[in-house]
């Protein structure tokens, strides 16, 4: 179940060390531009916030509708460490990813024993607070006013008599998102390869089977969602660094459903669905951006697609397009829970 | 000051009470949080102020017909969206739920524009504006009083169209048992599409009277009004009707007396702390019963 | 053989993305202008506002032949009045190398998101509307604005409006929970001292309330003589509505984010005896602002508002500069900072415009009225 066959690896392996190359090589290509490594930094932001929420719908079969409010909590975690006291970012990070986690086990806790619809509800309900606290609470936040000014990310070697190298422009932010995306795809395939995964799988595919065997329900559903937490803070984080600004109308539910729709067009549960899904989203909004005005349709479209979109996807694609072959049987028949192949436990075939 | 808070918060409370019980209607039959619900409210007030300004139906006959366009609404919506994912767990349904949501804002965005629109006031009969009774510092003005009245009536008549009729008695078989109720010969399909234009009339009326009450309609109205008709559904219990009633006057309440008395800033945080802490402390609410965790928990 | 179409999916979609983003950058035979604003989701109306006036300026300069023989283009930029959208489209503009200046943005939030960008690429803005006094700090040299700032305004209501026109001392406050509206009220409550008014409460709102009988209630507990609508005209409508139901018959009061032709329509009969302070004045203007109120009237039938007036300056202003400089990003840039004093001001509709360091300009505040559903001159 952990090792990969040796055909696998010519043929998958080969084409994702081919993207790397390719992502890695992209910004000298001739016709590059800041806008477009804007994008693609936007891109690879929502690799890692998808990747954070796979693991609440696609590992453990919940739905998170707040997954905006650890978002939020990471971005101005770092947003204020830098304001009032300059943090180095590289310090930030691991403090953001506590932060979340604490949060989501604040939040998980006393709500993951609920049923999906009162999880999702309850979590809606709390991103929705967390951003009325953060409009709301303007000695602490500075509220709608914003935060202006946020430093740029910096590598800061003066202690150790080096020079401090500021990032300027697009061009550092592209190769930092490249190396925290690889990083958390590299945590996730670790993840899904420990008993940790394996014990979460087993609770997503049926869950008294899972406690038949031992496992303590709430334990790792509180792990998991924390986990995902910190990844929300986590991207919450970078993106207070790059975009130097925060307002907490940043922060509202349209984001959520907007990781949702990447995790759900990508494939719930696969590690290289989301990642695609993030890219196809994203992509699609810009291209709309572009689009719709030339064709003369009013720009709302753009998110009335979105919708739409979702609602197909659950008709015709449930499990998405790379889909997982145990999310795949869940959710073309609620009834049975016999599969025909052998359990893939959460592996792409 | 504490009474005239009181009229406002029975005020709001009723048109939650209204959201609220269609809400837990279709959870009654469908076991689905319907996000879309809050967006049959918005149609509700935006076809009447169509209906009124485009075509120039007088009030009283735009009324009852923007609730009748509702309950199509929420047949459609039933159809289409819902009914094609009966079998399929509930987390799809809950994601479409979310897509029609927001794709019937956008709708309503492109077709009625994103700008806040006022009611055509003048269509209101006339009297609205005349103060019926004042007592204590508190002026109660006929507008107040229709509002007040047409809840009551409406509140009535669910009761006994859900206790008395035999479309009634088949909501409450579906709601209890879909399997046995079919067994003993009820036409699931229809009964619970038949709920979903109760409530969709139901939630029609209270978008007409907020949108005229109120005076203001936004197509992103059905989002907040939504939510908070939610809690007030789960305070209540989800799957009571009279729970949903009395849930959405308390939150009114609550609201009007917290935003009064201490921060307006967090008046919608009240609801979304109110459904966070029911649900988690007594999640069958005041009347509910906990419903049991069926298979279909993905 | 999934994992294959979806790959190359994606590819399509990635590289038409990329696709997109190239044939933007077009050919550099006009000068190319980025006007950023919402131009759609709640704050629409504004946007549309700018386009009027930005459109009807475009068209005065191409008809008498562009600026020293080029046409002028605009680039519309739609920020949906989001700091998050607002980022991208300072990008895009930013990418652009034939975008040589940008109007805009409308909101603050959206100027103080996309300056960070506009300052990194060496690109003037100069919005039309943005009052919030911290973008001429975040602005760097940057930025420029043809309205006045936030503190003038609160300071002026405070210290002439209320106590002078109105004759009132005791005022309740109703403000909104964003940038605007707070710097508004923070100035307003410091300039209530040297006015000698005394601020009753202040009640804060979040966007898109609609019912505020609870807060209006317990503000009018302390009998204010008049209310202050700190924010715009949708929520300033409706709480004139439901004041005047809860018996309030004093006078309200509001700034340039209550100028709206909609306050008047949803407001009905409560909008009357509203007092507001605007940038720009049909009536107190001179004849060429009188002449532009006139032609505004004729193309697009409705009266002319404040927004669009500065938004025809903005790009005035602009046309003026890119003249003597030509199109050269720094160089405009450099020609605009060089309006700094009254003698070289430009001279536009809405009066005599000049730059401080930070890119602010003084301008005065007007004050107008509305009696009998009309606006109208207050002096």
């Known amino acids: 179940m952990g090792k990969l066959e040796p055909q696998n690896l010519t043929r998958g392996a080969k084409i994702r060390i081919g993207l790397l190359v390719f992502v890695l090589i992209l910004p000298v290509l001739p016709f590059m531009t800041d806008y477009l490594l804007h994008i693609a930094i936007l891109i690879f932001l929502y690799m890692i916030l998808a990747l954070g929420l796979n693991i609440v719908p696609g590992f453990n079969g919940l739905l998170d509708l707040g997954y905006v409010g650890f978002y939020g909590i990471g971005a101005y975690t770092s947003g204020l460490l830098t304001y009032h006291f300059g943090l180095s970012y590289w310090v930030i990070i691991p403090l953001a990813f506590i932060n979340g986690a604490i949060w989501g086990i604040l939040l998980g806790a006393p709500t993951l024993r609920l049923t999906g619809d009162y999880f999702a509800i309850v979590t809606f309900g709390f991103s929705e607070l967390v951003v009325l606290f953060l409009t709301n609470e303007i000695w602490l936040t500075r509220g709608p006013l914003g935060l202006p000014g946020i430093d740029v990310v ?28 690889l990083a958390t795809v590299f945590v996730m395939y670790r993840i899904q390869d420990s008993r940790l995964g394996r014990a979460w799988f087993a609770i997503r595919d049926d869950e008294v089977a899972a406690v038949s065997c031992g496992i303590n329900l709430l334990a790792y559903k509180v792990i998991a969602f924390s986990i995902s937490a910190a990844f929300g803070a986590v991207g919450g984080s970078f993106f207070a660094r790059w975009v130097t600004f925060l307002s907490p109308d940043m922060f509202k539910f349209w984001e959520s459903f907007l990781i949702l729709c990447m995790i759900v067009l ?27 005005p030339l064709l ?27 889909p997982i072959a145990a999310v795949a049987a869940q959710m073309r028949a609620g009834r049975t829970k016999r599969r025909k192949t052998k359990p893939a436990l959460g592996k792409k075939k | 000051m504490f009474l005239q808070q009181l009229v406002n918060g029975l005020t709001i409370g009723g048109i939650y009470a209204m959201i609220a019980v269609g809400y837990t209607m279709i959870y009654g039959v469908v076991q689905l949080i319907n996000f879309a619900h809050g967006e049959i409210y918005m149609l509700g007030a935006f076809f009447a102020v169509t209906f009124i300004s485009v075509l120039g139906i007088p009030f009283y006959a735009a009324f009852p017909l923007a609730m009748v366009c509702c309950a199509v609404c929420g047949v459609l919506l039933d159809i289409f969206a819902y ?21 019937l804002q956008n709708l309503a965005m492109i077709i009625w524009g994103s700008r806040p629109k006022p009611f055509p006031q003048e269509a209101l009969p006339a009297y609205f504006e005349k103060t019926a009774a004042s007592f204590g510092g508190v002026n109660l003005s006929w507008f107040h009083l229709f509002i007040f009245g047409l809840t009551i009536v409406m509140m009535v008549g669910l009761n006994l169209i859900i206790k008395k009729t035999r479309w009634g008695r088949a909501m409450r078989a579906v709601a209890q048992n879909k399997t046995m109720a079919a067994l003993t010969g009820i036409n699931v399909n229809r009964v619970i599409s038949y709920t979903f234009a109760l409530a969709g009339a139901l939630g029609g009326a209270a978008g007409i009277m907020v949108g005229a009450f109120y005076n203001s309609l936004y197509p992103t ?9 939610f809690a007030a559904a789960v305070l209540g219990g989800i799957g009571s009707v009279p729970g949903a009633m009395l849930g959405g006057v308390v939150l009114g309440v609550a609201e009007a007396l917290g935003a009064g008395y201490l921060s307006s800033l967090y008046r919608d945080g009240i609801s979304y702390a109110v459904m966070i802490i029911v649900i988690i402390l007594i999640p069958a609410g005041l009347f509910g019963r906990v419903l049991k965790e069926t298979k279909k928990s993905m | 053989m999934r994992n294959k179409r979806t790959l190359l999916f994606t590819g399509l979609v990635f590289g038409l993305a990329l696709v997109f983003g190239i044939t933007t950058s077009a050919m550099a035979e006009n000068i190319r202008i980025g006007v950023a604003s919402p131009y759609s989701g709640g704050a629409a109306g504004y946007g549309d506002n700018i386009k009027a006036g930005v459109n009807l300026k475009l068209k005065e300069i191409n008809d008498a032949g562009g600026i020293n023989g080029k046409k002028v283009e605009l680039v519309w930029g739609d920020d949906v009045c989001e700091p998050k959208e607002a980022g991208m489209v300072g990008a895009k503009f930013a990418a652009d190398k034939s975008i040589v200046a940008v109007i805009g943005h409308l909101c603050s939030s959206a100027t103080l998101a996309a300056m960070p960008i506009y300052v990194r690429a060496g690109l003037a803005a100069i919005s039309p509307t943005s009052t919030n006094v911290t973008i001429g700090d975040v602005g760097k040299g940057w930025f420029f604005r043809n309205c006045y700032t936030d503190d003038y305004q609160g300071q002026f209501l405070a210290s002439n409006v209320v106590p002078k026109l109105l004759g009132k001392n005791k005022v309740a406050i109703f403000y909104e929970n964003n940038d605007y509206a707070i710097g508004l009220k923070d100035s307003f409550m410091a300039g209530a ?6 601020v009753t409460g202040a009640e804060a709102y979040m966007k898109g309330t609609t019912d505020f009988t609870p807060q209006l209630t317990k503000l009018l507990v302390d009998k204010p003589e008049a209310i202050f609508l700190c924010g715009y005209y949708a929520e300033g409508a409706l709480i004139a509505g439901q004041a005047r139901k809860l018996g309030f018959n004093g006078p309200l009061f509001g700034a340039d984010g209550i100028d709206n032709e909609d ?16 940038p720009f004045l049909a009536d107190a203007a001179g004849p060429a602002g009188q002449d532009f109120a006139k032609r505004f009237k004729a193309t697009y039938g409705r009266d002319v508002d404040w927004m669009s007036a500065n938004a025809y300056d903005c790009l005035g202003i602009l046309a003026q500069v890119i003249a003597k400089t030509g199109p050269d ?30 890119g602010n300009c003084a301008k005065p505040a007007f004050v107008k009225m509305v009696k009998d559903g009309k606006f109208v001159s207050a002096e």
């Open chain 2, 83 to 103: 009914r094609p994912l009966r079998q399929s767990p509930r987390l799809a349904a809950l994601i479409t739920a979310i897509g029609m949501s927001i794709f």
């Open chain 3, 193 to 198: 001292k040297s006015g000698g008014v005394t």
């Open chain 3, 329 to 358: 990003r720094k160089k405009i840039r450099d020609g605009l900072a060089a309006i700094n004093s009254e003698a070289n001001g430009y001279k536009g509709i809405t009066g005599l415009t000049y730059f401080d360091k930070k």
């Open chain 1, 296 to 322: 003369g349709l009013p720009v709302e479209v753009r998110f009335l697609a979105f919708g739409l979109i979702m609602v197909l996807m659950m008709r015709y694609r449930p499990a998405g397009m790379l």
């Open chain 1, 266 to 292: 990508g494939g719930m549960g696969n590690i290289w669905g989301v990642m695609i899904g993030a890219v196809i989203l994203v992509s699609l909004s810009e291209i709309l951006r572009e689009l719709l």
């Open chain 3, 263 to 278: 306050y008047i329509k949803i407001g009905g009969k409560a909008a009357n005896n509203t007092y507001l302070t605007v």
């Open chain 1, 154 to 181: 910096s590598i800061d070697l003066t202690l150790f008599g080096g020079p401090k190298w500021e990032f300027v422009g697009e061009l550092p932010y592209y190769y930092l998102a490249i190396v925290m995306v």
């Open chain 2, 221 to 229: 109205m059905g989002y907040v009004a939504g939510v908070k008709a």
